[in-house]
């Protein structure tokens, strides 16, 4: 059958897909939630844990084993625009049918969720799952008064998350202001220009860097008033099924900072 992805391409899939590859960790952990037949994963897709201890490895998301994946025989690779390499999603799409995600905010992610769910036939699963997630954000709510806010995801040299980022939205919708929206994708800085752009929250997310308690106090030589806290970064920032389960983290966290005099 012929589907478009959502980067606007045609792929003709089989209906449904019985040998399927995932390159992409939070929709590995999404097509376990919708009941596929998965061959190969990478090895970041840690979710769930009996896959990864399980199934056939092809490598890391900018890494592929191309010559790995072709020999199992992929009857369709996900794979998502910003995770993976063009150039080996391109090569890959020359001998296997390749949907590709494009995910900038939250509706991207519930179509995504019901895309996947058509082409795996699941589409009561999917949609349950969407249901699931878009009642989750609907019923969060933000602090009442926006912090100004960063979120680190690299350190050496120090990354955070800019606006136009899956990270950024998520941020928005706990009212935490992303003091560097205005910065594009995941720009470089210096601790110097964070104590300068008037942050009062600085989130130091789990990955891809793992930061650890020992960070905290990097960060509070340049801003001592501020809270920085440890924070999941994959509630954050995987966009499959996990996103189930984000709005009562996002939620709990917001209570822990209301308990803050600061907020």
């Not at 012929?2 to 590859?21: F, K, M, S, T």
């Not at 896959?51 to 009857?75: C, M, Y």
């Not at 106090?217 to 340049?222: F, K, L, S, T």
Request: aromatic share 10%; hydrophobic share 45%.
């Amino acid at each position: 059958m012929l589907y478009h992805d959502q980067l606007g391409r045609a792929v003709e899939i089989p209906a449904p897909p019985q040998r399927i590859i995932s390159v992409v960790p939070s929709q590995t952990e999404l097509l376990y939630h919708l009941g596929a037949t998965v061959q190969g994963i990478t090895k970041f897709c840690v979710h769930p844990a009996a896959w990864f201890r399980s199934i056939t490895r092809v490598g890391g998301t900018k890494q592929l084993d191309l010559e790995r994946i072709a020999a199992l025989q992929p009857d369709l690779v996900i794979a998502n625009r910003e995770e993976n390499e063009k150039e080996q999603i391109e090569a890959l799409a020359t001998s296997f049918p390749v949907w590709v995600s494009d995910i900038h905010g939250l509706d991207d992610a519930c179509r995504m969720v019901t895309s996947l769910g058509d082409i795996l036939q699941r589409q009561a699963a999917a949609q349950d799952i969407r249901r699931q997630i878009e009642n989750g954000f609907r019923e969060l709510q933000p602090l009442a008064a926006p912090v100004p806010a960063a979120y680190f995801i690299w350190r050496n040299p120090w990354m955070v998350a800019g606006g136009d980022t899956f990270i950024n939205e998520m941020m928005d919708r706990c009212g935490f202001r992303n003091v560097f929206a205005d910065l594009p994708r995941y720009p470089t800085l210096g601790l110097a220009q964070l104590a300068a752009s008037g942050c009062r929250l600085v989130l130091l997310s789990s990955e891809p860097y793992p930061f650890r308690e020992k960070h905290i106090a990097e960060i509070q030589e340049y801003l001592p008033d501020a809270e920085v806290l440890l924070v999941d970064g994959e509630m954050f920032s995987w966009y499959g099924s996990r996103l189930m389960y984000a709005p009562g983290y996002f939620g709990e966290l917001i209570a822990g900072l209301y308990s803050k005099s600061i907020y």
